[in-house]
């Protein structure tokens, strides 16, 4: 590990400007990386021939002045963004060797900035997890905690991207989140995610799960970098009907870290939950430094986050199965080898598709069959119309919010759950800024005793990202993660 | 019709032998004339080569997302306004999932719970008498690719530029209760169409396809069992297949058979319907808001304009031609069944200089060299009123001649068929009939001097010599000097030396 | 309160999915357990709601009737397995679902 990999994208564009170091030296540097930390199988696919050809095309830029926002800086993406010429997998059997022909528009935005794309990362296949080990490549192992002997689980689905940003082989990733897909990793690995308000950030070109919850996010390892990636994410693609106009308030940056007179919401609901310790702890400092800050601590009530979970696996599933229906092997994908066309159907589906994607298209053809459509889906989509309305009474009341990112932290990698709901039930937090398409950040505060990383999440109102990056870089400083992480020499 | 019918069908009335009647109720399909899909910026070009019209969302490539043609909401909102339907203000997409090689996203984009437009009807006129057909709603949804399933001993080949091409899907209310019926709606449903410009309404390129939904009960009893028939594109087929299946269903309930509910298809060799091997009963398509597509919200404002934009209709136009031009209604039908047909025929009444003084006589011949004369060469021909080689004014010219008496109807009814089949021209063409017409006239108008001055005859065959100007001064004050001095001279020389007046 | 075996196979035949006995086993297991828990919801009253019209939702914003010329129409071909004359073959459909 060296210099080159472990500063951030603010402090590398900062460097490139200054000529401290050429682009392909920082590409380079990354790629040994990778090749380093291999066994945490957080890759699926490097590009590097591509990315080493573009750092050079970078460095004449750089060289001529013609610096755009994001040149020369490594990204990971994750592989359900599809990407011209690159194999985009989904981390799905069915897709292992399709080479998509046109690109997504968020990565079209980021390489028009000049970030490098230096490969696609693991996920949950099709995004349905949050432990990714359900990828067709292999679990994806997240190497904090004391015990080096010992893995723990990444979170999912964009377990991929969150390892690779936190063992510093990238310096930011894309992922998606659908339910909590970036937030949980990154608690679960220690840096920080973000999801934007549903619609901040164009769908076109991203294998979809669940249509009305997926969104690109970032996984970085500051609250300033995730503004700066966001700042190029983030556009109105006319390719995308659920594509928010609603243009981004000039992120200024640096993000300023005033939080005095904002009022900021605590879920009582929450409190209730099962916790552990140390997590809670963190909540409650958090809480105590923004108070220190000058900010108020109010109350709030959510009174049907109780259902969020339930809402939103039926919603999910139902929106999963459908979504899931192009997968045929016949214009693209694995086909299996049959001379029966109904055969053709079951068996590329069955053979390609993973048991946990099988499941959730089950559930989701269930909830919208006949006899069941009414009382599961249809009624879902109701409580999800209440649900989105508590958080427009909340932020009546107060400017942001703040509760636990997940439950627990990483759990270790080989604890075996069998169980589905125990895996779902790691969402409880995360989901329902899902459900109301709110923006929320999360980012490590603390570690436990035995060093796994703590997060906070900060939740805000429709298209506030301002105010939750305000919030969240006010917490970062307060938290000083990074000197703690350092002291326990994490890697 | 084939030996599979028995007589138990009675064409003319609603009750099939007094005893059992039919109830038809059907689902057209008519494509939207749009240059591009419903959801997608590929064209919907007819007859390319496979698989030339497809863009990646039609072909369901991951990551690819709809967004909707606004032409195609457009059309939509007029097509339900011209059917006296009422356009709801708000309408959503939902999906249609099933499973089928034709179909790439493995659902059909489609509307179920609000369609765009509920109601309306269509009038129909069978027989001098009207009936409303009522519709239960249309709504738009995209067609899927094409199956091809002969091309090759073992496989099915695909080719997906139709996928995803816009149709309104128009629904009626089982009150059709005949063929007649039902092919006078699909005859006037298609005619709305394309007066409004909405559809093409052309069933052999596919643009206008026809589900129908039949069921047989005895008189008195409630509506039976229905059987749907698929894919009807053509209205002769429509009537085979209703008459075929209304025989079947019949002779099963006599039996004491049920009918099953279940979807067939019409063999167009057979003349006969099969049940689908596939068993539709136990689909179940699991429909459900479409989560890529935010509903369709339209304002009163906007439905308004729509409205604005839809010009006359067919029975607006048809009662409007009986009272403005007094034309009947037999003629007055023919000219409005296309919007060609009444463009032509007005845009020629208005070239017409006797229009304003005469109206309903330059209506009337107009209108009957049009449909009877031009309407025939057109069709020898197999042109398109557009390609007509009589213009509009070539025909008030006509016409303005006839009206004056100078050309007789029959005249005029060969100066047409001599200029569409030699390209002579039309001035000259109808001078030289004038001028013959003259000539016969005048031969008239000397003769009915000779006849009503009988004495003068005689005088002047006695010698009276002088009388000659006197007979050329008659005849001149009876064509009110308009004749020709020298024809009328050498027509009184001809008829006073024949034998009737010697 | 578990599902029906019946329903089970039904959703596999609609989402053209099998199993084996082991995997339906389980699966029949999993999935009553999961509509189980998500059952709660059925406590939340919401006949007052209506889904179609949420004023936060602005309508769909469309395009015109414009074409785009297709940039290379072999790309639509080019990723599947099996083509003849520009088509995408499948297995000989006897069914004539059209």
Redesign the interface.
Known sequence: MNELTTINIHEAINHLKKKDFSVLELIGAHFKRIEETKHLNAFITSNYDKAMDSAKKSDSIIRENKMRNLEGIPIAVKDNFCTKNIRTTASSKILHNFVPQYESTVTRNMLNEGCIITGKTSLDEFGMGSSNKTSFFGKVKNPVGKNKMEYHVPGGSSGGSAVAVSSFSSMGALGTDTGGSIRQPAAFCGVVGLKPTYGRCSRFGIMAFASSLDQAGSLTRTVEDASIMLRTMASYDKKDSTSSRNSLENLLLPISEDISKLNIGIPTEYMKENIASDIFNSWEMSAKWLKEGGANLVEIDLPHSKYSLSTYYIISSAEASSNLSRYDGIRFGYRSNDNNIKDLYVNSRSDGFGEEVKRRIMIGTYVLSKGHYDSYYLHALKVRQLIKQDFINAFKKVDAIILPTTPYPAPPLNKNTDNPIEMYMNDIFTVPASLAGIPAISLPVGLTKDGRPTSIQVMGPSFKENTILKVGKFIETAANFSKIKNQEKML | MTKESSDKTNKSGSNIGNEWEMAIGLEIHAQIT???KLFS???TVFGK????????LD???????????????EQAVKTGLALNGKVNN?S?FD?K?Y????L????QISQF??PIISDGSVTIDINNIKKNISLDHIHIEQD?GK???D??????????NRSGVPLMEIVTKPEMKSSEEAMSFVKKLRSILRYLGTCNGNMEKGNLRIDLNISVNKVGDELGTRVEI??LNSIRFMNLAIDYEVNRQIKMLDNNDKVQQETR?FDPIKYITKK???K?DSQ?Y????D????????SNNYISKVKESIAELPDSKQMRFMKEYSLSKYDSSILVSEKSYSTYFEESLKNNKFLESNQSDVAKITANLLTGTIFSLLKKDNMSIEESKISEKDLSYIVEHVHKSEISNHIAKGIINTVWDTGEDIEYSVHKAKSEQNDDRLEYVVEDVLDKNKQKVEEYNKGKLKLFDFFIGMAMKNTRGKADPVAVRKILTKKLSSEKYR | MNINHKEITRCADLSCLKFTDDELQKLHVNMSEIINWVNDIKEVKTEHIDITYDTSITSIIGRDDKSVEIEDPKIILSNSNSVEENMFCVPKVVNKNE
């Open positions: 749009s240059t591009t910026c590929a064209t080569q496979p698989n030339s019209q497809v863009s990646l072909a369901g490539f991951p990551g690819t997302l709809p967004v909707i043609n606004d032409f195609c909401i708000i959503n999906r999932n499973f089928y090689p034709d790439p996203l493995g659902y719970y609000n899927a199956s091809i399933h091309l090759h001993p073992n496989k099915t080949l695909i080719d997906l698929k894919n298809l689908m091997r596939s539709e179940d699991r429909y459900f808001p989560p890529d597509l935010p509903p369709i919200i339209l």
